[in-house]
């Protein structure tokens, strides 16, 4: 970590901003999150990315920026100004693209749209998770 480089900085809002319309087409239920569940989403991402190394933060920095900006080509508008289905068309593309880091992109971004969301203590007790630290063990 270089000096002065805060590891627990919020997520910049163009970030927040593709975050959230990717969060739309990936887990369609985050529709019904207020404010605050926004905000619990985004401090469960943050933390889950305060760890991870300087280079891998920048280079989903990058790829936001890319989920953002690649759609103008096609369909003339940013991502995250997209209607419903044109993102989940474009998400596809990125998810079935034939370059394996662009894949891995989307792959990565899935999963913290999953984390923010299933991720929240409210959401999991609402879908009846209930995992245990001790995993199988503790159904015996």
């Given at each position: 970590?270089r000096?002065g480089?805060?590891k627990t900085?919020?997520?910049?809002a163009?970030?927040?901003?593709?975050?959230?319309a990717?969060a739309?087409?990936?887990?369609?239920?985050?529709?019904t999150l207020?404010?605050?569940?926004?905000?619990?989403?985004?401090?469960?991402?943050t933390?889950t990315l305060r760890?991870?190394p300087?280079?891998l933060?920048?280079?989903?920095?990058?790829?936001?920026?890319?989920v953002?900006?690649?759609?103008?080509?096609?369909?003339?508008g940013?991502?995250?100004?997209?209607?419903?289905?044109q993102?989940?068309?474009?998400l596809?593309?990125l998810e079935?693209?034939?370059?394996?880091?662009?894949?891995?992109?989307?792959?990565g971004?899935?999963?913290l749209?999953?984390?923010?969301?299933?991720?929240?203590?409210?959401?999991?007790?609402e879908?009846g998770?209930?995992a245990?630290?001790r995993?199988?063990e503790a159904?015996?």
């Open positions: 970590m000096d480089e805060n900085a919020a997520l910049p163009s970030a927040r901003r593709v975050l959230r990717a739309g087409a990936i887990v369609p239920e985050t529709a207020d404010e605050p569940g926004w905000a619990e989403f985004e401090r469960l991402i933390l760890d991870r300087a280079g933060r920048r280079r989903l920095h990058l790829f936001l920026r890319a953002e900006w690649l759609p103008v080509l096609r369909y003339r940013r991502f995250s100004s997209l209607a419903p289905e993102r989940a068309q474009f596809s593309w079935n693209h034939p370059v394996l880091l662009v894949r891995n992109g989307f792959w971004l899935r999963a749209v999953l984390l923010g969301y299933y991720g929240q203590p409210e959401i999991t007790r879908i998770y209930a245990h630290p995993g199988w159904r015996r």
